[in-house]
T-cell receptor
Framework: DVKVTQSSRYLVKRTGEKVFLECVQD?????MFWYRQDPGLGLRLIYF???????EKGDIPEGYSVSREKKERFSLILESASTNQTSMYLC?????????????FGQGTRLTVV | DQQVKQNSPSLSVQEGRISILNCDYT??????FLWYKKYPAEGPTFLIS?????DKNEDGRFTVFLNKSAKHLSLHIVPSQPGDSAVYFC??????????FGPGTRLSVLP
């Protein structure tokens, strides 16, 4: 079974703090993704990576950065947390190649910025 | 501008009846489509997919239909069960190697 594990289920952080969300996958997948889920907006792509040390901006990268130093780990960094970053954050991984693959998701991190 | 649209935010269906969830997309380059199911406080789980070379794919109670000319797909659940109550996301694979998701439809199956 593919496993994508996010380091925290729930986090509460203060405005201005630097926040790290960690994600690890155990299936040797090349592709990894960070999404946020907000009511009525669905899942919006923040960043993705298709290889170690590679990163691509998604639809809403502002206020975020990522790090992929190892193939199995993809970290999302909120440089200076703000209340509008309160959301459910979802990490996913997938093998390469389109047209026949699915993304496997972690359990999500519910982040609240106060 | 949303490339994947699910115009019904919610849907209620009686147990045992058919649930039909709809999805429209705008990018004709999408060639692979997926449905995910999500319970509260959990990550989405993959349900069923369809390639653009097909118009139907079936897996047990779940069937996905694709109409490429209309840029429309639908998920049919027959018969619906209370455990099917969840948010359903339609997604398309973007050849830029990422997945584009719709806003979701909350399905409630009433006993």
């Amino acid at each position: 079974d593919v496993k994508v594990t996010q380091s925290s289920r729930y986090l509460v952080k203060r405005t201005g703090e630097k926040v790290f969300l960690e994600c690890v996958q155990d299936m040797d997948h090349e592709n990894m993704f960070w999404y946020r889920q907000d009511p009525g907006l669905g899942l919006r792509l923040i960043y993705f990576s298709y290889d170690v040390k590679m990163k691509e901006k998604g639809d809403i990268p502002e206020g975020y950065s990522v790090s992929r130093e190892k193939k199995e780990r993809f970290s999302l960094i909120l440089e200076s947390a703000s209340t509008n970053q309160t959301s459910m954050y979802l990490c996913a991984s997938s093998p390469p190649g389109g047209g026949s693959t699915e993304a496997f998701f972690g359990q999500g991190t519910r982040l609240t910025v106060v | 501008d949303q490339q994947v649209k699910q115009n019904s935010p919610s849907l209620s269906v009686q147990e045992g009846r058919i649930s039909i969830l709809n999805c429209d997309y705008t990018n004709s380059m999408f060639d692979y489509f997926l449905w995910y199911k999500k319970y509260p406080a959990e990550g989405p789980t993959f349900l069923i997919s369809i390639s653009s070379i097909k118009d139907k794919n079936e897996d047990g109670r779940f069937t996905v239909f694709l109409n490429k000319s209309a840029k429309h797909l639908s998920l049919h659940i027959v018969p619906s069960q209370p455990g099917d109550s969840a948010v359903y996301f339609c997604a398309a694979y973007n050849y830029g190697q990422n997945f584009v998701f719709g806003p979701g439809t909350r399905l409630s199956v009433l006993p």
